[in-house]
């Protein structure tokens, strides 16, 4: 398995549609599906290969001078469960530190809704998230909004003290 960092606009769409549209369980909405692949255009883009093959993505978005978020992120079901979204997660995350933002941030459905955002839930606590805040209004009642945060200071592998 590959990580790399997309710079093409056209090419990180294709992969975003490509895997987000096998994903539907979680990204059923059309408008809000559509609206992930054209803004990870501008984002940064990092992508996994297996056999020539894209096989998952994350996107990060800039949301304020010290901070970043965790924008879009998928991995082909088949994948699921056997560290791809980990290995994205670290890549996306150094590369938050390297560029010196403090937080990273990250938006889901909150636990208890639905089993399969449960299982986001706890892949995004299990790489050291923490819960921050529910805002009910964002995406209406049925689908109250969890954001989660993470201080990034001292995270970066292979610095002394960490």
């Avoid at 994948?79 to 889901?108: C, P, W």
């Avoid at 606590?125 to 001292?154: A, H, T």
């Amino acid at each position: 398995m590959m990580i790399e960092q997309i710079k093409e606009a056209s090419t990180k769409k294709h992969i975003a549609r490509k895997i987000l549209e096998s994903l539907r369980d979680w990204f059923e909405v059309d408008e809000s599906r559509e609206k992930y692949i054209s803004e990870c255009a501008d984002q940064v883009f990092l992508a996994a290969k297996e056999d020539g093959d894209y096989v998952g993505f994350i996107c990060l978005k800039e949301t304020g001078k010290e901070t970043v978020e965790l924008a879009v992120m998928g991995v082909l079901k088949k994948y699921h469960r056997n560290g791809l979204g980990r290995m994205l997660f670290e890549a996306a995350r150094d590369i938050a530190i390297e560029e010196g933002y403090s937080f990273l941030q990250v938006k889901t459905v909150q636990m208890g809704v639905y089993e399969d955002y449960d299982m986001t839930n706890r892949f995004y606590l299990s790489c050291g998230f923490k819960e921050f805040e529910v805002i009910r209004e964002l995406w209406g009642e049925e689908n109250p909004c969890q954001i989660y945060v993470m201080f990034l200071e001292n995270q970066l592998k292979g610095e002394d003290g960490i």
